[in-house]
């Protein structure tokens, strides 16, 4: 079993940053390639980041791109998500995963779930 908590949600102006961050415990995190989702209200749960285990490549939503940042630190088992140029659109649950020998860019390849963290991207 691995256990995801997911921190850093909040409250931000259209155009401010946040970091999300995840830390593991349970399972060799340096074994995982991680990733992120979210879940606007009333929306199906969308791929957001992912990384692989060794921080070599590093994949995103197309709505994304440029704009949030997914890294890693395998030493403190934690995976990160810096998000700037923040749109209302942006405003959703975001849900950290886990995934061992497949990159997590799909629900259904998820093996382990975070329990979610709010962002919200006010006007």
């Known amino acids: 079993q691995v256990q995801l908590v997911g921190t850093g949600g909040g409250l931000v102006q259209a155009g401010g940053s946040l970091r999300l961050s995840c830390t593991a415990s349970g399972r060799t995190f340096s074994n995982y390639n991680m990733g992120w989702f979210r879940q606007a209200p009333g929306k199906e749960r969308e791929f957001v980041a992912s990384?692989?285990?060794?921080?070599?490549?590093?994949f995103y939503q197309d709505s994304v791109k440029g704009r949030f940042t997914i890294s890693r630190d395998n030493a403190k088992s934690t995976v990160l998500l810096q998000m700037n140029s923040l749109k209302p659109e942006d405003t959703a649950v975001y849900y950290c995963a886990a995934a061992r020998n497949v990159l997590p860019q799909i629900r259904s390849l998820v093996q382990y779930w975070g329990q979610g963290t709010q962002v919200t991207v006010a006007l």
């Open positions: 990384i692989t285990s060794s921080s070599s490549r590093t």
